[in-house]
């Protein structure tokens, strides 16, 4: 059985910083993408940022340049460094893992919320 638990969520003032970690353990098989996605009421999942096994990551353009995603590829573990929060960045954040045969895991969500 897989697991995959998040933390790091919470309310910071806008100008900011938060850390998301997320762990994945049980049957994985070999990890290949890790991100994490976010979702605004009523809203679909979007991307914020991807990492492959190889250190490779994407960003969407709205964070691109204050969030850092990073993993521990040995722990299969990942990280979401946000830096210089504003209101917009407030939803719920999931952690998403593949693996090399395409299965995905989904974290629960972390609630984030930026107000002053």
């Known amino acids: 059985q897989v697991q995959v638990v998040e933390s790091g969520g919470g309310l910071v003032q806008p100008g900011g910083s938060l850390r998301l970690s997320c762990a994945v353990s049980?049957?994985?098989?070999?990890?290949?993408?890790m991100g994490w996605y976010r979702q605004y009421p009523g809203k679909q999942r979007e991307l914020v940022a991807s990492?492959?096994?190889?250190?490779?990551?994407n960003y969407a353009d709205s964070v691109k340049g204050r969030f850092t995603i990073s993993r521990d590829n040995a722990k299969n573990t990942e990280y979401l460094q946000m830096d210089s929060l504003n209101p917009e960045d407030t939803a719920v954040y999931y952690c998403?893992?593949?693996?090399?045969?395409?299965?995905?895991?989904w974290g629960q969500g972390t609630q984030v919320t930026v107000s002053s």
């Open positions: 049980g049957s994985v098989f070999r990890i290949t993408v």
């Open positions: 998403y893992a593949r693996n090399l045969v395409n299965s995905a895991y």
């Open positions: 990492i492959t096994s190889g250190g490779n990551t």
